[in-house]
């Protein structure tokens, strides 16, 4: 995002944040992130884990009662949930990192250390407009999954340790994966029988095959669409060590991206949570779609900055490699 994407507001009048106290281990109850948030005027709901609630319907009824703000305190799943509601309704959306992973908020430049910094854009924030995903009828801020990358998701060790579980278990998962045959079209573009996908709401890094990295833009209005297909020589492994391979389908794309197998629901993976999506699931981006408040100090918004875990990719990149290379020679 540029620095000229964004402009200033005025403070919100009637506030509305919802707060999970266990997302990120504890995270919003450690940083106290109810307590600031009513002592800046926002009426908050704290979620009871033994009393589940329809967040969409909460957010609606919100707005429906004066709410000219809504935010969420929690991991992405619960971001992607509340902003599809913010989106529609019109009203700014504020994103504070209290989650695990809190990747929507490193592409926006926020503070994953001190999610309670990001309280200030209730008062004296910035506004900027950005992509939505869509799988279905789902909204997604991230990415959506299928097949093997789907299937990681529902491992229990994902969410505790998420780049450690796609270090060790995807390669494995690609080279040994047996769920459904997938295909996917993308324009006249059509991908059969892929191990697997990710649709992202803007793209990844080209050598970022498992999406860990970091997206350089949110406003570009494409989805990004990598199918992983493990079945091509030995070669695969070195061409994927260097950021480009065969087995890879990498691209960008304003078009709608359909994703389809031979049964009525498919397991996947939306914005890290594992859910089941009815067939065939139509993936599209609403450029602009979503206002976001941020705060004006955003540490990781500088163009210079680094885009975190380059070394990550590198060895998932590898490790792919070697379970395509394994696949067909061992």
């Not at 999954?145 to 969410?159: E, I, K, N, T």
């Not at 890879?248 to 890290?272: Q, R």
Request: with cysteine; net charge neutral; glycine share 10%.
């Amino acid at each position: 995002m540029t620095e000229n994407a964004f402009r200033p507001v005025t403070a919100a009048l009637r506030p509305y944040l919802i707060v999970n106290p266990r997302s990120g281990g504890g995270k919003a109850s450690r940083f106290r992130i109810a307590e600031q948030a009513r002592a800046l005027g926002a009426q908050v709901l704290l979620l009871d884990p033994s009393q589940p609630q329809d967040l969409t319907t909460v957010a609606r009824r919100a707005v429906d009662d004066g709410a000219d703000l809504l935010g969420v305190a929690g991991g992405d799943g619960t971001q992607a949930l509340v902003a599809g509601v913010a989106a529609k309704s019109g009203v700014p959306f504020v994103v504070i990192p209290a989650g695990t992973r809190n990747h929507f908020a490193m592409d926006l430049g926020l503070d994953r250390e001190d999610p309670s910094a990001t309280l200030a854009a209730l008062t004296d924030g910035v506004e900027l407009r950005v992509d939505l995903g869509f799988a279905g009828e789902r909204v997604f801020v991230n990415n959506v999954s299928f097949g093997a990358y789907a299937a990681l998701v529902q491992d229990p060790a994902y969410r505790d340790d998420k780049i450690g579980t796609v270090l060790r278990i995807l390669p494995e998962f690609l080279a040994r994966h047996e769920g459904p045959e997938l295909v996917v079209r993308a324009g006249l573009l059509t991908v059969d029988r892929p191990d697997a996908v990710l649709v992202s709401n803007n793209p990844y890094r080209v050598d970022d095959p498992a999406g860990l990295g970091r997206r350089a833009q949110l406003d570009s209005g494409l989805l990004g669409v990598l199918a992983a297909r493990a079945e091509t020589p030995a070669e695969t492994a070195a061409r994927l060590r260097g950021g480009q391979a065969h087995g890879l389908t990498n691209l960008a794309t304003s078009e709608e991206v359909v994703v389809d197998i031979d049964a009525p629901f498919v397991p996947v993976g939306l914005d890290g949570e594992a859910v089941t999506l009815p067939t065939p699931v139509r993936c599209r981006i609403i450029p602009g779609a979503l206002r976001i408040r941020v705060p004006h100090h955003r540490p990781g918004a500088a163009p210079a900055a680094r885009p975190p875990g380059r070394g990550a990719m590198r060895r998932v990149a590898s490790a792919v490699g070697r379970a395509v290379h394994g696949r067909h020679t061992g």
